[in-house]
Nanobody, 116 residues
Framework: QVQLVESGGGLVQAGGSLRLSCAAS????????RSWYRQPPGKQRELVAS???????KYADSVKGRFTISRDNAKNAVYLQMNSLKPEDTALYYC??????????WGQGTQVTVSS
């Protein structure tokens, strides 16, 4: 019933910007937080940023000051504004919705490639 659809990935030059979007179809009860994860080539998946329904945010040290996570509760969407992109930001980015029971919904992933 519930599906997460991501968009906004692409190829950009170092120093450029990109905005990722993720929208959920269907109703998610007891939603607690929305997050963005990424998996660089040859590396494990890592948490990039998270935001609660109330708006509290957390960021990985590697993206602090450059990335901004935001949400629209009415649209049941989450966004990731990525500025000052670096080649090391290249990864497959996933959105994640987590409920109060810790159940997770995942998007299909969107590729972000930053050229040097």
């Amino acid at each position: 019933q519930v599906q997460l659809v991501e968009s906004g990935g692409g190829l950009v030059q170092a120093g450029g910007s990109l905005r990722l979007s993720c929208a959920a179809s269907g109703t998610i009860f007891s939603l607690n937080s929305r997050s963005w994860y990424r998996q660089p080539p040859g590396k494990q998946r890592e948490l990039v940023a998270s935001i609660t329904v109330g708006g509290s945010t957390k960021y990985a040290d590697s993206v602090k000051g450059r990335f901004t996570i935001s949400r629209d509760n009415a649209k049941n969407a989450v966004y990731l504004q990525m500025n000052s992109l670096k080649p090391e930001d290249t990864a497959l980015y996933y959105c994640n919705y987590r409920t109060q029971t810790t159940y997770s919904y995942w998007g299909q992933g969107t590729q972000v490639t930053v050229s040097s």
